[in-house]
Each structure stands twice: as structure tokens, then as C-alpha cells.
């Protein structure tokens, strides 16, 4: 295998280049050369301009991108305030929390929407309350199959993502600036917006750009609330491909979608090379 | 210890409970819940039942369930094997070679998953491989979304691996195969078994490029909860959740302990 010094073996032993063939090759016909096809295919004539000047597919950009980036503006709120508290007011069980989290990572992510209509929806825990309190036939609670829905199941999936990389960065933060800022009078709040925050902030942008990517690309919750108000780009390309057999149409707006998240997620390489995680 | 007073430390805990117990714990306890029973109209569920078990290792769910375990571990086979040498590979290049190989192996992260499903559909159901309608094309697109995730471990492993060992052992005229294969592949041992876990937990969940592309005889069980929900059976959907989720748990808490034994050499 791929040694560089080996000057006995200078030889016989193959460039380390050469190495790396196979495994690219085999990426190459399993994922590049599809990728191309998809180009190539959105490519037909007319195909561009019918679907970026169709109606759903505006509506289904504008849906992706501000439920992406109100997704992630959550995320980091939510995620910032639970990881502070896990960190600096540890609890009996902290570690468990944390453990908790991990696991909830590797769960997929239209279990979320699922729990969902068992709390929120129609006949969910949140309207039966409701109905039994109050004696109403239905309960208030019908978000769920609007981009609400949509966006509650996602900042509570996602948050865990903003959580690992900011208790990672909150591991490794000095104890003792802490004691020094309390002890010469700083209040909880102001330690947190002028030494932790301070620290968190890279942590935050390179958990905050994943999340955003993860957000736009979002496939499985959104199918799972079963709105026909809320299509996102992923919604669509299955539409277009699968229920209308469209594939013109679903490769351009493919197209579309990776170039949006390509585009953000070599800015989160960026931030996150420089973030250090 | 950022907050000194008593009271502030509850208020801070009482403030982490309202927003961790809701959002994080509830979800996964309801589906629990409702997967043992029939009726769910007033606060609580109600009807306690196991039926949605006993259906739930029968038949077309028992199939399912079969189904999902041989392409994840079919498919994080595959990707551990090409992510662990691509990430090789990657290590013994220069500087550039290297972020070429970085950006091609972890495009598939960045490229949303139905799009993979998009393109693997789009290229293996013309000449000259034919794949759509048979099981092959759900685990290859599987084995393209996880191998990214194979890459990044690995790669992330060996910047952290000692070269001291490898140094020594070459040294000591072991040849370049001898060393990786007693040497290197051993210490990283732990962070392969870690990768497995991930590419494992991945592929069991995946639905949006499995939406694309699966044949009617080859259904992975997310697809099967979704098509249980989207009929309207939320609890029989539910059991089977729960039985997705004991997998992946019971995969996780096996390759978790191969991974304490491994540590020990």
C-alpha cells in the first residue's frame, strides 16, 4: 500500500497515485457519471425555462430556502441555550442527556414527524387535552400539515447536530475565565454573552451551516406531514419523477437543489477548516 | 459552575426541562405508546394491544425488516471497504491530491440524498447496466450515500494516528503491506467499528433516495412505515418504528462492544 520513503523499494512499488485509482474509479461509475446523466438530461430543449418559469417551482424555492434558514436560526437558539445549561450548570443525569442526544442522532428523521401527529395532530395528545379540558368537539391544533408543522419537526431533529459540536467547543473552554468574570461581579447572563458566546462562535457557524444544507436537502419529514401546501425542491423531484414521470423537468430542478447546497456546503468546509472542528 | 445561586440553578434547570422533555424525549415516548395500542382520541392513548407486534414479525413486515438488514449491512460492507481505501490513499497523496480526493468523496453528503436517488435511477435504467427494478439499485444508491460518511471517519482517524508506529515498523524492514495490515488497520480498528455503526444506522433510515428507486419486491421498512401512515394505519406504523428503531439500537450496542474489545490491543 501507499508508503512514500521505501527507496529500497523505489522499483517495484507504484506511485501513490496510483493508489487512489480504484476508489475513484468506482466513485466515478456509481455516482459522477449519474450526476452527469442528470445534467445532460436537464439539458433537453425547453426544459429549463418551462420549469424555472413555472409557478410550483418559485413557490417550492422560496418554501425550501426560508424553511431551511428559519430551521437553522432555531436550531442554533434552541441548541445554544440546552448545550450552555448541560455545560456550565451541570445536572445529576447530564451525562445521560448527552448520551440521549447521540442516539437521537442516529435516528431518521421522519420518526420526528411521525411523534408529531401523535402530540399535535388531529387526534394527537395536544387536542385530546384540550377537548377533555375544555369540552369542545375539535382541539385548536391544526399546524401540522402547514410549513409550522414542517419547521417544528425540523429545528427538533437538527438541534442536536448545533449540540455536539458546541459541548465539544464547551469542553475545552477554560473553567477559570468563568470563576474570574463571577467572582469580579458578572451576572450569568452577561458571562454567557461575553465570554461563552464569544468562544461558541465558531462552533456555531460550522454546526449552523451544516444544519442548513441537511435543512434545504430535508426529504423524509416533509413526505411524512403529507401536506400538498408544503413542497420543498426534494418534494419536487419526486413529484416530477416519480408521480409524473417527468425527468426533464425533475433533473433540472435536481440541478437546481445541488447547486444550492454544493455552493453552501463548500462554505461550511471553509468555516469549519477554520472553526478547527 | 456558571450560576452560583440556588435558585438560578433550578430556574436554569427548570428552563431545560420545559424545552428538553417536549421536544426530544416525548416524541420518541409517543411512539412508543402508540405503538401498543388501538385508539388514541382523548389525552392519552388508549386500548393497550400487542397485535401490532405480532403483525409486525409477520409476513410482508418480517420481509421488510429482512430486507433493510441485508442492504445495510450489504451496503456498509461496501462503503467501509472503499472508504477505508480511499481514505488511505488519500493520506499517502500530497497536499492537493489530497482535497481533490476530500471534495470528491464527500460530495455525496452535500448533493441531497433524492438526487442520489435521482441519478442512480436516471443512469442504471438505460445500457449498458441495466439495474432499475431489482434490489441491486437500492443498495448501490445506499452504498453511494453512506461511503461519504466511511470516508470522513476513517480520514478523520488516520490525521489522528501516530506515525511513530508504521515509522518503526518500516524500519524494522516490514514491507508496506506487512504494515498495513498488522500495523495501521489494527489501530484504527476502533474508528472502523465506529464507522460501521454510523454507515449501519444511516442506511437502516434511509427514505428519500429509497422513495426513488425501490422495486416492489425489494421494500426497506421506512418505506413500509410510510405507506402504513400514509393509509391512515399511524399505530401499525409506529410498531414497526419501534421495531426500526430496536435494530438500529441493538446494531449500535454490538459494534459499540467489538469496539472496548478492540481498544484493548
Known sequence: MPTTGAKDDAGRSLPSWVWALPPVAVLAVVFLYPLALVVRESLAPGAYADVLGSESFRDALVTTVWLAVASTAGCLVLGFVLAVVIAFVPFPGAKAVSKFIDVFLSFPSFLITLALLFLYGTVGMANGL????????????????????????????FTPFVMRPLLAAFSQLETAQLEVASSLGARPLRIVRQVILPEALPALAAGGSLVLVMCLNEFGIVLFTGAKGVTTLPMLVYGKAILESDYAAACVVAVVNVALSVGLYVLYRGVSRRAGA | MLVHSRTGRWTAWAGFAVLFVPLFALPLLVIVAASFSTHWSGAFPSGPTTAHYTAAVRGESLQALTTSLVTAVTASVVALTVGTWAALAAAALRKRGRRVLDALFMLPVAVPSVVVGLAVLVAFSQPPVLLNGTRWIVILAHTVLVTAFAYQSVSAALLRLDPMYEQAAASLGARPAYVLLRVKLPLLLPSLNAAAGLCFALSMGELSATMMLYPPDWTPLPV???????????????????????ATLLALLAVSRIRTKASYR
Open chain 1, 130 to 157: 384540550w377537548t377533555d379540558a375544555t369540552g369542545d368537539a375539535t382541539g385548536p391544533f391544526r399546524f401540522l400539515s402547514t410549513p409550522w408543522g414542517v419547521l417544528l419537526a425540523e429545528i427538533t431533529y
Open chain 2, 224 to 246: 413500509l412505515i410510510f405507506t402504513a401512515t400514509d393509509r391512515g394505519s399511524l399505530f401499525t406504523g409506529s410498531a414497526l418504528a419501534v421495531v426500526l428503531m430496536t
